[in-house]
């Protein structure tokens, strides 16, 4: 009997496994995934903080980077219904409760200032608070708050329940999962992606998709043009008590406070040119904590549950990178930086869709 080639994924974070899950829906079968870790465990997307927040991450300069995580944001509601469609209850749910962007002094109410006129003009809901009126909406604010921007229409999720959900489906529908499997190398003769190297295996395949974050410009062979590169991130993890429950997302230019629907309030996060170094260091989880102690003076008797370092994926413009490559049948969904999570539905749609397109021009007749 003759085998068919699998569709292989390079990558089981939240890219990898979107993008899985949409292929097997849409028929293309068998798909395999090669993780080099531990799916979901090993990749930014479990370390993330999970706000699906494009109003409030609304720069000066990405404007189509705000557009595309609108779009991806509202897309985030089928999403997760095909997901519930298979898996049913353990799919998380978007919780729309809105951002807090605060200044805790003048320079930080200036800038606030400009970041609304900013949002005005771009057509961007955007209310202004006081010290007082932000205290109204998240009573845990400091007093040393003087003002607020509240974003109504941003969101988040649990990232983490996201990546398990998604592997279940994946699994459910038939796809396969290698664990502690490194790809190596792309396999490329006469312009065409053939198969992947991990230790001393080759595996032929029909496609392959690069969806290995920060580390997608590492694998041998491929497409040389995209060039990914590795921005840290440290985070802590603390775990709330029933007075310590914040109501939504709280930041200032230097710190950012999650709560999630499993008790932990994640502070984050530093932004490191450092390439692979995963070491969380003292000093900043201290300017961390301290930060997040100004915003939210009730953080100081928590317990600390985790600190972890992630990887997020970033080009040199902060535009990812999404469907076919120079090489055939080589396609790459990398490059999403801090905007992963918000994303995925827009990724996995974008290059699955290229995919179909790739099939369909090949079936017609020249
Ligand atoms: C601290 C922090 C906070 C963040 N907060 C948010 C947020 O609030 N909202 C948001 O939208 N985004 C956030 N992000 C960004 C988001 O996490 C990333 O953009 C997203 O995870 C990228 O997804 P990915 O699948 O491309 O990469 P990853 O999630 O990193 O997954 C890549 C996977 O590929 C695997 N891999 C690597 N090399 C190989 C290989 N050779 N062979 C096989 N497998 C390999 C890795 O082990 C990993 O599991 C945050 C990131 C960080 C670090």
């Known amino acids: 009997m003759i085998e068919t080639k ?52 609304a720069g000066f300069e990405d404007m189509d980077i705000y557009e595309e995580g609108l779009r991806s944001l509202e897309r985030y509601p089928s999403f997760l219904a095909a997901l519930q469609e298979e898996v049913g209850e353990i799919v998380p749910e978007i919780d729309r409760c809105g951002a807090l962007l605060c200044a805790t002094n003048r320079d930080q109410a200036r800038e606030l200032d400009r970041q609304f006129e900013f949002r005005m003009r771009m057509g961007i809901p955007v209310q202004k608070l006081s010290g007082e009126e932000a205290r109204d909406r998240e009573p845990l604010l ?4 003087i003002a607020a921007l509240w974003l109504e229409a941003d969101a988040q999720i649990n990232n983490r329940t996201l990546l398990h959900a998604l592997r279940e489906a994946f699994v459910k ?43 997608s410009s590492r694998i041998g062979g491929g497409s040389r043009s995209v060039a990914v590169r590795p921005v840290k991130g440290q985070m802590i993890g603390l775990r709330m008590t029933p007075q310590s429950r914040l109501r939504q997302p709280v930041r200032t230019p230097n710190v950012y406070l999650v709560p999630k629907d499993d008790g932990r309030l994640l502070v984050g996060a530093t932004a490191e040119e450092v390439g692979f170094d995963a070491r969380v260091i003292a ?47 080589l396609f790459y969904c990398t490059g999403h930086w801090r905007h992963g999570i918000l994303m995925a539905p827009m990724a996995a749609d974008t290059v699955v869709n290229a995919m179909l397109e790739a099939k369909t021009e090949l079936a017609e007749p020249c």
């Open 142 to 145: 400091a007093t040393k708050v």
């Open 173 to 215: 529908r038939g796809g396969t999962v290698r664990e502690h499997t490194p790809v190596s190398e792309i396999i490329v003769k006469d312009g065409e992606a053939i198969g992947v190297r991990t230790g001393d295996e080759e595996r032929p395949c029909e496609t392959i998709t690069v969806a290995a974050g920060a580390w």
């Open 283 to 329: 000093g900043n989880v201290m300017e961390l904590l301290h930060h997040a102690w100004e915003l939210v003076p009730a953080i100081y008797d928590l317990e600390v549950e985790e600190v972890l370092a992630g990887f997020r994926p970033a080009t040199r413009d902060h535009r990812a990178v999404m469907g076919r490559s120079n090489v055939h049948n």
């Open 6 to 57: 699998p569709h292989l994924i390079i990558g089981g974070g939240i890219m990898g496994l979107s993008i899985g899950c949409r292929m097997l829906r849409e028929g293309l079968s068998p798909v395999e995934i090669f993780e080099a870790g531990e799916i979901g465990r090993s990749s930014a997307a479990w370390v993330a903080a999970g706000m699906l927040s494009p109003r409030a991450e």
